[in-house]
């Protein structure tokens, strides 16, 4: 195993789209719903409340049918509301990494395959990958009625429906197993991982956030930020989730050339490394990014060796 150290970020990345910010004036245009949760700072600049998820979701369907050529988006009350620069931030990293094994350029087109695992009701990476550079990709979940609602984004945005496709994970206890078949050939993969370990932890973080953006000191909260059971939390919570994806990628050396996967504990990053040394991969990276204040990473891991990743079909 080959390590690169860490390189640390301090901004979105540089080709990120929303790097320098919201146009709200663009945003109401493209989504006139936002336009009523829209308010002023103490600093009179434009922003939303982050700790509404009904504010953050009109956000959200403007950023999509502004910049990522989207005509339709929802998800269920309850399901998570993800954040849409940091979600690009993500692909833009992959896509920076397949560049450094395809001659410096940023390969284009449905034959690059993405495998999103616990892609949720949202469809976010497959929508922002495909709009960026005409990916495709596959979404699976435990979720039923989560890849319902994605199917149904997909229906609705036309350039989706042979560029995305979903898969049931009808065992929770794995991960690529009954999803990566022996003939395929996925570039990368990619997860932003159940966080928690118990539901109780997660209610605790959702307060600690409400708490922060309202500046309050409230004693209990709903899940403000969305997420049902399996997107937030999990037995062993993201360490053992990504220990389990780790162990399992081992079994599909010739079938992905980038395993990756969110690590939004750093404390977590030492043990997935030692993990991941026990199963001899010929290379790993980890790559910092940033969203504002909050600090995040995903490392990347590959059983190709060096002649096999040269002759990597993109």
């Not at 195993?1 to 990120?16: A, D, F, R, V």
């Not at 953050?56 to 399901?79: G, H, M, S």
């Not at 991941?276 to 940033?290: F, G, H, Q, R, Y």
Request: aromatic content about 10%.
């Amino acid at each position: 195993m080959k390590p690169e150290s860490t390189i640390e970020k301090t901004n979105l990345h540089p080709k990120n789209k929303h790097i320098k910010g919201y146009d709200f004036k663009l945003l109401i245009e493209k989504n006139l719903n936002l336009k009523q949760f829209v308010i002023l700072n103490p600093l009179e600049i434009e922003t939303i409340d982050f700790s509404n998820p009904e504010a953050v979701k009109e956000l959200n369907r403007a950023l999509l049918y502004t910049y990522y050529d989207v005509t339709f988006w929802d998800i269920p009350i309850d399901y998570l509301c993800p954040p849409i620069p940091g979600r690009a931030d993500y692909i833009l990293y992959i896509a920076d990494l397949l560049a450094k094994s395809n001659q410096g350029k940023i390969p284009i087109g449905e034959q690059i395959m993405g495998l999103d695992v616990g892609i949720g009701a949202n469809c976010i990476y497959p929508i922002i990958g495909n709009a960026l550079f005409e990916w495709s990709f596959v979404g699976t979940d435990i979720d039923e009625d989560a890849l319902q609602n994605c199917k149904k984004i997909i229906g609705k945005n036309l350039h989706l429906i042979d560029a995305v496709s979903m898969q049931l994970q009808l065992n929770s206890r794995y991960i690529f197993k009954d999803i990566i078949l022996p003939e395929d050939r996925f570039t990368f993969t990619m997860c932003n991982p159940p966080y928690h370990t118990s539901q109780e932890e997660a209610t605790k973080e959702a307060l600690r956030k409400v708490n922060n953006l309202e500046g309050t000191n409230k004693k209990e909260t709903s899940l403000n930020f969305g997420g049902k059971n399996n997107e937030l939390w999990c037995d062993g919570g993201e360490l053992a989730f990504i220990q389990q994806m780790i162990f399992e990628s081992a079994k599909y050396p010739l079938n992905c050339f980038w395993f990756t996967t969110l690590i939004s504990r750093k404390e977590h990053l030492k043990s997935i490394l030692k993990t991941l040394n026990k199963v001899s991969p010929v290379e790993v990276k980890t790559i910092e990014m940033a969203q504002g204040q909050k600090i995040s990473r995903f490392v990347a891991w590959t059983f190709l060796s060096e002649k096999q990743q040269q002759n990597w079909k993109f």
